[in-house]
């Protein structure tokens, strides 16, 4: 059985960092891509950094930029969102998504190509 589980959210006050986590486990295809969506009260999911296995492509939400980094160890299929200079619109439950497969032209924006999803952290930054 395919596990994604995430841990490290909670509460800051504004300008301050967290750290998520995201491991993924269960499963035997040997490239993917794997990454952070967010839902907002009264918003829609939306991606906001993605990683390939490899690590040699990401992605990163406009308004995360300078911000936020993404980073992975592949080999323990475990991936890390450093989030800096927190504001209170990054306030969401935060979602780490797997793919089950990887191409240079999976869309890191599109979370239909990511079809195993962990439960969610909150993450809310007061201001």
């Known amino acids: 059985e395919v596990q994604v589980v995430e841990s490290g959210g909670g509460l800051v006050q504004a300008g301050g960092s967290l750290r998520l986590s995201c491991a993924a486990s269960?499963?035997?295809?040997?490239?993917?891509?794997i990454g952070w969506f967010r839902q907002a009260l009264g918003k829609e999911r939306e991606a906001v950094a993605c990683i390939s296995r490899s690590g040699s492509r990401t992605y990163y939400l406009d308004s995360v930029k300078g911000r936020f980094a993404i980073s992975n160890d592949g080999a323990k299929n475990t991936m890390w969102l450093q989030m800096d200079s927190l504001k209170p619109e990054d306030t969401a439950v935060y979602y780490c998504a797997l793919s089950d497969y990887y191409s240079p032209y999976l869309d890191f924006e599109n979370e239909h190509e990511f079809d195993y999803w962990g439960q969610g952290t909150q993450v809310t930054v007061s201001s």
């Open positions: 269960g499963f035997r295809w040997d490239d993917y891509a």
